[in-house]
């Protein structure tokens, strides 16, 4: 006798379902279906990530953990996301270029619009992958493939935030735990939200929204931003939001959603939130006081 799809497989395909067929999607449902499926993820069959991976292709906002789980499965599976999902940005494609290799770069070249430095970074990998075949998207010949590596490496340094012109915003510092970890177990939730915003260079107000909000979805993002650990992200954020963490089921969710999300793109929400407190800043001081 044949099986049916597994329960946790019924609920997973509905609640993509759902979110896709939105016409106007908001953040927080996003956040909410990434809750939800990143926790039957690894109980569902490859047709059915499949199946996330096509309904969820146009989406925007999209579910950013999720997209960003399923873009690192094989092509055959991620190919919707790659080609199409307005999720990632350059430094998302390059990374998944790294991680992958060429079926992914495939993929990424089908993209409308392609940064024309990830352009030249697929047509380098592909000229030495298949040195006999053709660059589907450009029309440089393969022996071309040694100077174009060259004329790509200062581009993807700058890109990536290496190179200059880049770099904008507070910097971020390099152990900022022990501060944080004394503040966030004092029970005082002002000290924890200055220690947060020093660390981040935010203000505090910014800060305060971090650890009061609807969940803990915004933290996450600071305390990946800050390069901590797994375990020490997780300390933190039972201090500041004990109620949402309170199940080894809830724990293993916590690690997946912080385990999946890249640093440099928690980076990039962090001078984000720098340039709009900034923006904010000048606002104020222009603000007429007759």
Not at 187 to 202: K, N, P, Q, V, Y
Not at 225 to 245: I, R
Not at 259 to 287: H, Y
């Amino acid at each position: 006798m044949e099986r049916g799809p597994r329960p946790s497989e019924h609920v997973f395909r509905a609640a993509v379902s759902a979110f896709s067929s939105l016409s106007h999607p908001t953040r927080q449902e996003a956040a909410q279906l990434d809750d939800l499926a990143l926790g039957l993820l690894e109980s569902v069959p490859p047709e059915t990530r499949r199946f996330a991976a096509a309904a969820l292709r146009d989406c925007d906002p999209a579910p950013r953990l999720l997209v960003r789980r399923l873009a690192e499965e094989p092509v055959e599976i991620a190919a919707p996301l790659l080609v199409h999902s307005r999720a990632f940005n350059d430094v998302d494609l390059i990374a998944l270029i790294a991680h992958h290799g060429v079926p992914h770069a495939r993929a990424i070249a089908r993209r409308n619009g392609l940064n024309p430095v990830v352009a030249a970074l697929i047509r380098a990998l592909l000229a030495r992958a298949e040195p006999e075949g053709p660059a589907p998207i450009t029309d440089a010949s393969p022996t071309e493939e040694p100077s174009a590596l060259e004329a790509v490496r200062d581009q993807l340094r700058t890109l990536m935030g290496d190179g200059p012109g880049k770099g904008a915003g507070t910097p971020v510092p390099a152990s900022p735990y022990l501060p944080l970890r004394d503040a966030a177990l004092s029970g005082d939730t002002r000290r924890f939200t200055e220690e947060l915003a020093s660390a981040l260079g935010l203000r505090t107000s910014r800060a305060r929204g971090l650890v009061d909000g609807a969940t803990y979805s915004d933290l996450l993002l600071a305390l990946r931003a800050l390069a901590l650990s797994p375990e020490q992200a997780l300390l933190l954020t039972l201090a500041a939001y004990p109620a949402q963490v309170t199940s080894p089921a809830a724990i293993r969710l916590f690690c997946v959603r912080y385990d999946a999300l890249a640093i440099e793109v928690a980076r990039e929400k962090i001078l984000d939130w720098q340039e709009e407190d900034g923006e904010d800043e000048v606002r104020r001081s222009t603000v007429p006081t007759g």
